[in-house]
């Protein structure tokens, strides 16, 4: 490959890395295009409308690069990531630095300003060095009330979820993109609702900082509101059951253990929901590197 075709390939890589993108391939026949884009030029006919060129003097030319890229086939991650930095914090280790976080989160002005989250900061709970780290929408009543992340009705489902997995919830890291649970004004009593966009972009920068810390294999965002606060995009059935780039960490979307919940009590028991879910998982598993038995292969198979 010349140099300038190299050149040429570099650069429009680098503008597709900075609007977002993370993948691009190769429409067929472009690599052969590449390397023969370094032999010099065909000389051509003399035009008469411009001035005579010695094409053996030219630089080769490069064929333009956005004619060599198909459509990225992976979803790219959007702008929330790119509008919510990393935070700085201190500390010597994950514990240290998570802890350090979370007093952050703790005062967050910007989450505290909007009115409409309530006061309790529900951080996470897990292990710092986990390989699988999951992402859920917002504290719940149960949640706000033993600070914990997952540990009402949906706490319990994923628990099982996990069980099936092999895993204890004490050897992954379980989070929320909103670490308040959002206020519903009158008598909230045990209600919950999702958060908005702003309150889950409110504490996205934690979010970050957390995946950046715990650096995890693998993130699992349970839900369409994790995956659109996520900035993976909107739509849960579409865009369940493939990894995305969320800072660099493969990123599977699944639902939320609420709509299995939800799903088991309607005709058929939610079968088709929990087989999906269940798919999902086996491709976490697989993605950390986790042993996978043939029973487990098998719990949905006719
Ligand atoms: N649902 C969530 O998304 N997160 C929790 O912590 C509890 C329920």
Request: charged letters at 25%.
């Amino acid at each position: 490959m010349s140099l300038q075709a190299a050149g040429m390939l570099k650069q429009y890589l680098e503008q597709r890395q900075a609007s977002g993108q993370t993948h691009a391939s190769l429409r067929p026949g472009t690599l052969d295009r590449l390397r023969s884009s370094g032999k010099p030029t065909p000389a051509r006919a003399p035009d008469s409308r411009r001035s005579v060129v010695d094409t053996a003097k030219m630089e080769p030319t490069a064929p333009p690069a956005s004619a060599l890229f198909e459509m990225p086939v992976a979803i790219p991650s959007r702008l929330p990531q790119k509008a919510a930095g990393i935070l700085a914090v201190p500390g010597q280790n994950k514990v240290e630095k998570l802890s350090a976080l979370a007093a952050m989160a703790e005062k967050s002005t910007q989450a505290r300003a909007l009115g409409t989250l309530r006061d309790t900061m529900v951080f996470a709970v897990g292990n710092p060095d986990a390989t699988i780290m999951l992402i859920g929408e917002a504290p719940g009543f149960e949640e706000e009330r033993q600070r914990e992340p997952f540990v009402g009705p949906a706490g319990q489902k994923l628990n099982g979820i996990l069980k099936a997995m092999g895993l204890e919830r004490s050897q992954v890291y379980i989070s929320n993109i909103c670490k308040f649970r959002p206020a519903i004004e009158g008598n909230q009593g045990t209600s919950n609702r999702a958060p908005t966009d702003k309150e889950m972009a409110s504490c996205l920068s934690y979010v970050l900082t957390e995946i950046a810390i715990v650096a995890p294999q693998v993130i699992v965002a349970l839900g369409g509101v994790a995956c659109k606060g996520l900035g993976i995009g909107e739509g849960v059935m579409r865009l369940r059951g493939r990894f995305y780039d969320v800072h660099g960490v493969p990123t599977m979307v699944t639902y939320h253990p609420s709509y299995l919940l939800r799903e088991e009590k309607m005709a058929g028991g939610g079968i088709r929901a929990k087989r999906e879910c269940w798919e999902d998982m086996l491709k976490v598993m697989e993605k950390a590197g986790l042993p996978i038995s043939e029973k487990q292969r098998g719990y949905f198979r006719q």
